[in-house]
Nanobody, 115 residues
């Protein structure tokens, strides 16, 4: 059974940092690309960052230079390091994996950037 569990969200002031974690189980983790998405109230869920099984990364333009995605295959975990956070980064953050043409999502973790 595929399971993704996000953690690390919280309330942070503008300019602050957070590191999100996505722990995966039930998949051949090292062979899978993983994505981080976010969804703000009333908006669609958008891709924030993506990492392939080989470690290649790509980012939404809005987070380039501020966010870093990485993976630890020994721990079956993907991280999202978020620096220089802005109020517009406020959203629920989800990780995602596609297995056999099925998209799996975690429960999400809330990130709120506010003074």
């Amino acid at each position: 059974q595929v399971q993704l569990v996000e953690s690390g969200g919280g309330l942070v002031q503008p300019g602050g940092s957070l590191r999100l974690s996505c722990a995966a189980s039930g998949i051949f983790f090292s062979a899978k690309a993983i994505g981080w998405y976010r969804q703000a109230p009333g908006k669609q869920r958008d891709l924030v960052a993506h990492i392939t099984s080989f470690g290649s990364t790509n980012y939404a333009d809005s987070v380039k230079g501020r966010f870093t995605i990485s993976r630890d295959n020994a721990k079956n975990t993907v991280y999202l390091q978020m620096n220089s956070l802005k109020p517009e980064d406020t959203a629920v953050y989800y990780c995602n994996v596609n297995v056999g043409a099925v998209n799996y999502w975690g429960q999400g973790t809330q990130v709120t950037v506010s003074s």
